[in-house]
């Protein structure tokens, strides 16, 4: 049991942490926390949650996907790891939307 977990924190260090997937996760939770923010505040966050959640998933996606044509351009690779990692706060708020429109 413990070389499984010394396995999973090497994995989990190669994955997140020695590559620049921890930089994608924290511009991804900023930019999609202040286009919320900018969306809800001129009309208040109640009858505007649909523009925030929508507004804060096309932006980071736009940005994130940006940062992975721009990673090809330059002879990498298109990273889905990557836009994933960007997208993890976007995506929450998506599927946090979507269960709200649900059960409305």
């Known amino acids: 049991m413990k070389n499984f977990w010394t396995k999973l924190k090497s994995n989990l260090y190669e994955w997140f942490v020695a590559s620049n997937r921890w930089v994608h996760l924290m511009v991804g939770w900023a930019i999609t926390l202040v ?58 708020f998506l599927i946090v939307w979507a269960v709200w429109m649900l059960c409305k």
Do not use: C
Not at 64 to 88: I, P, R, S, Y
């Open 35 to 92: 286009t919320a923010i900018i969306i809800g505040l001129p009309q208040g966050a109640a009858p505007n949650v649909t523009s925030m959640f929508l507004g804060a998933y096309v932006a980071t996606l736009v940005a994130m996907v940006g940062l992975e044509v721009k990673d090809k351009m330059k002879g990498g690779l298109f990273d889905w790891k990557d836009l994933n990692a960007g997208m993890f706060l976007a995506n929450v």
